[in-house]
């Protein structure tokens, strides 16, 4: 994975998903410098490629910028250029498998432009389509741009050529099918209307991404792991999971307007596509959370929970462990950090071997699939939507990291930091906050404070969060109750005399995620701890 540090730093910072702060230049009032490739998709589009082409051939970004390049799936006859295309368009063709994921993906790598843009071969973009989704590009380089699409129904066949082309060039593209049935993409125009243009439900906005007319730089689709060639269907969706999880920020352009001629296979056969496509997006998309079933585990887990075994006790280890895996979901792993290739078959004095708890701890979980045995922790937990860094010795009780995890998702938090009585801190990491913010954090500046300018940070007592230690359980006995004072009971039944959440404010601006301060109406042992435990934690940071 490449590291973007200081790449872009002083490139804008978007929080959340508000685009709206973005300043994008007026439409023929500006000089792009960024070369982009069209990777169009076609499988036995021999009639309506030359209209897609044909209206490239027009578009008001530079044409010594603009590449365009075909992907044939297999037509037969085998596709050919219309005389009317952009100067540096080509075709090549698919090998050993089929379907459009894997046509996207093959023209992805066989095209050299800075931005990708999608475009099906049954599109007929307007003639400044791709100068108004590049604007974007090149104000900050992690935008995903979708554009404006519109369906016009070609059953009783296509439009005229000639006309439909010089209505393009004379910027009447509104006025092209004023005769026919032609609608908006319903589902995907509601949605951004509802959401103030994805601004106000963040983390979900890659739900709307459509392949057909997007665009992203190609840095960042590599690092996203690019199309997933295997998915026959729904791979627009599951590539716009992965984005988000690299910090994109989609943009809905409406300016970036285009025709598809003739309907969707969704407007078809909705239903049969939506029952098709669920398990295989189920399986690769942690935020489907409605769609996952409780007790299953899945390939891309929601969580990821670090633990680090190096040099510590079985006990403990075991305790952290277990409790990450009882913690209420089971679309977690676990990566537990030790030097498991010093262990091996030598003669040994086993009772005495200064590696007897690694090889207890990996005796433990090596029978448990959802415990990964590592050496060392990945930048991030990509394609997972979160981390957790778990002190060893510190366990969650049930249903606590499931909960932190969804209040994360619902109030756009990059950063839950949960601080036990001993000063040792867990962190509750949002994969997509933390790759934004790699991107854009200074050589000055500490990657927790761009967070929280990107996202938001939030601090939380930990053992009022439900965090109980190992010595809290007699004779460390995992299946025994926790004794009172380390562990806080179920948040629904707290007694009116424990009512206060503590947690941190928001910093202010001039604060930054350095500096929080407690929030909380009554004085009590749990917000004296955190704030004592707090300053020790900033005053080692610092």
Known sequence: MTDHTNAFSKQPRVRGNDWHKLMPAVLGGWHPTQTVSV???????????????????????????????????????????????????????????????????????NSEGEVLHWLDSDMLPYVDQIESQLRWHHLIDHAVVLGDKRFVDVSQGLPDFEETLAMLREGRGDDLFEDRWTSSHDWVDEYIDRTDGLVLNPTKSYLVHVGASASVRRDVYVESGGMDTTLKLGEDVELGYRLAQQGAVFVPDLEAKSWHLGRSTLMKQSDDVNRYNRPFVTDRISDLRHWRTRGRSYTVPWVEIVVDARGADYDEVRHSVNGALRSGAADVVVSLVGTWSKIDDDRRATLSHPDRHLMAIQAEFEGEPRVHF?????????????????????????????????????????????????????????????????????????????????????????????????????????????????????????????????????PTESGGAASPQLVGATASPARSRLRSALGRYLKRRS
């Open 39 to 109: 990777v169009i998709p076609a499988y036995q589009a021999h009639r309506s490629l030359p209209y897609t082409l044909a209206a490239l051939e027009a578009q008001t970004y530079p044409a010594h910028l603009l590449e365009v390049v075909v992907v044939d799936d297999g037509s037969t006859p085998p596709l050919e250029l219309p005389e009317l295309r952009p100067t540096n368009t080509r075709i090549v063709s698919t090998r050993d498998t089929w379907g459009r994921a894997h046509a996207c993906h093959t023209g992805a790598l």
């Open 374 to 506: 590592v050496e060392d922790v990945a930048s991030s937990a990509f394609p997972a939507a979160n981390r957790m860094h778990l002190p060893v010795g510190w366990s969650p009780g049930r249903g606590t990291i499931r909960r932190l995890a969804v209040e994360m998702a619902r109030q756009d938090r990059g950063l839950i930091s949960l601080l036990m009585p001993d000063g040792k801190v867990a962190r509750l990491e949002r994969t997509s906050a933390f790759r934004r913010a790699a991107r854009l954090v200074g050589p000055h500046e500490h990657l927790d404070d761009v967070v929280d300018q990107v996202s938001g940070t939030w601090w939380y007592d930990a053992p009022e969060e439900g965090f109980n230690h190992v010595s809290s359980v007699p004779d460390r006995d995992f299946s025994a109750t926790p004794r009172p004072g380390w562990v806080r009971g179920d948040p629904r039944t707290r007694t009116a005399g424990a009512k206060t959440r503590m947690a941190v404010q928001p």
